[in-house]
T-cell receptor
Framework: QKEVEQDPGPLSVPEGAIVSLNCTYS??????FMWYRQYSRKGPELLMY????GNKEDGRFTAQVDKSSKYISLFIRDSQPSDSATYLC???????????FGKGTRLSVIA | GAVVSQHPSWVICKSGTSVKIECRSL??????MFWYRQFPKQSLMLMAT?????????EQGVEKDKFLINHASLTLSTLTVTSAHPEDSSFYIC?????????FGPGTRLTVL
């Protein structure tokens, strides 16, 4: 079983919709959780970074981590066509250890 | 802050030649850098962990003699694909670690003819 599970989609929503992206994980030792956005043929760009459980908000983006259920979420409010990309969740135990990525969810926001 | 660059961004080479890809952390020092490979429409696959001043740690199935990694300074790691073959054609991405977070370079697209 892969340590971080993510539905690859694709997910298509109309402009202005609220997008919910989710991942589950199995390793209880994960402490840091990230969401990356990757445009086609580009390197991943860090969107959100969360330590342990809780919510973090940055503009239209909100990241949630629920360690009790091993669930990671990213919400995008007022989605825009420019949000169309692949979104990767990732988790890591501690520093200097590799990130464990989900497969990525392809999101299309239709104008 | 936390900018990571890669050079070149795109390279085409003939089969049998070697290609070097550079990964630089521009505004921070990175003791640890990672090298990933990504095939179209797939997630990143970790190839190796590169630690400054020591040998890289390769993931299972990655040939260390084929993918040479050198992390000579706190801001530079290089990946050399030796005797490249068409099946090595891929998107190679590095990341550099800063305060428990990894920041990625823009990637290098390698095409081996």
């Amino acid at each position: 079983q892969k340590e971080v599970e993510q539905d690859p989609g694709p997910l298509s929503v109309p402009e202005g919709a609220i997008v919910s992206l989710n991942c589950t994980y199995s390793n209880s030792a994960f402490q840091y959780f990230m969401w990356y956005r990757q445009y086609s043929r580009k390197g991943p760009e860090l969107l959100m970074y969360t330590y342990s459980s809780g919510n973090k908000e940055d503009g239209r983006f909100t990241a949630q981590v629920d360690k009790s259920s091993k669930y990671i979420s990213l919400f995008i409010r007022d989605s825009q066509p420019s949000d169309s990309a692949t979104y990767l969740c990732a988790a890591v135990e501690t520093g200097n250890t590799p990130l464990v990525f989900g497969k990525g969810t392809r999101l299309s926001v239709i104008a | 802050g936390a900018v990571v660059s890669q050079h070149p961004s795109w390279v085409i080479c003939k089969s049998g030649t070697s290609v070097k890809i550079e990964c630089r952390s521009l505004d921070f020092q990175a003791t640890t850098m990672f090298w990933y490979r990504q095939f179209p429409k797939q997630s990143l696959m970790l190839m190796a962990t590169s630690n400054e001043g020591s040998k890289a740690t390769y993931e299972q199935g990655v040939e260390k003699d084929k993918f040479l990694i050198n992390h000579a300074s706190l801001t530079l790691s290089t990946l050399t694909v030796t005797s490249a073959h068409p099946e090595d054609s891929s998107f190679y991405i590095c990341s550099a670690e800063r305060t428990d977070t990894q920041y990625f370079g823009p990637g290098t697209r390698l095409t081996v003819l």
